[in-house]
């Protein structure tokens, strides 16, 4: 994909607590300090709290201020990399609602290391990229860009991409309401039943992937086709080797169909080509969709 010196997202919250640029020395101040305990002291006068409890919590490292890592020059690049992916997608799906008669709500890309904070609680990079509809984030580990080489055999920066326009695709269900009706559905059947749905929400989203990526095939940056040779193909190794079936097999040996929430590796890739092959709403009704091998 062609992207350097391309338009970056602005919705964009750094969260990996290191420095932007490569500073020969870190030299920016964060964390804790003495402000934190200012803030906090007043805060619980005001409210009438203990105020020693507080101070007990704020552990010595909090106290001490932090130096920020300089980032490496690699991590610098994945960043710009993921910024660029996010504004197109902010740019097609702006589009796609605005044809449909609807507004879009943009979604925020969260860069983070090791563990996040969320509206969906506490997680780790081991969940891979996720999306938060209670608060609208796309959640990303920036290391999964090696995971996906190295354990999934998914190289090259498309298959970067089709992650992140998954995860965006969740936040379109979220948009459309789509995500909700799902949930709702959860305490009214059993978990295999459930499971269903999960899979159908999850093939709608790599649908969504590849309907992004008709559109990106449209688009030129500085006179240039944005889409290079190979990438579509990087998208659908990455959505073949996510598979359930796939990496149930890898995990335990054997395959459990009723334990599926995102589908087979056939499922996944095909839902993705089938969006790369229309872009548009219409087919990419994955809840209504009889056969979804799309035989
Ligand atoms: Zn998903």
Redesign the pocket.
Known sequence: MRWRGDKQSKNIDDRTGSSGGSLPSGNLIKGGGIGTIIVLALVFLFSGGDLSSVLSTLSPSNDMPTVAQPQSEEMVERKEFVSVVFAHLEDFWGTEFAEAGKSYQQPTMVFFSGNVQTACGPATSAVGPF?CPGDQDVYLDLSFMDELATDFDASGDFAMAYVVA??VG?HVQQQLGVSKQVQALRSKLSEKEYNQYQVRM?LQ?DYYAGAWAKYIEGQTFEGQPILEIGDIDEALVAANSIGDDTLQMKAQGYVVPERYT?GTSQQRKNWFARGYQYGDFQHGDTFNAQDLDLK
């Open positions: 999306y998954h995860e969740h999850e989203a995102h």
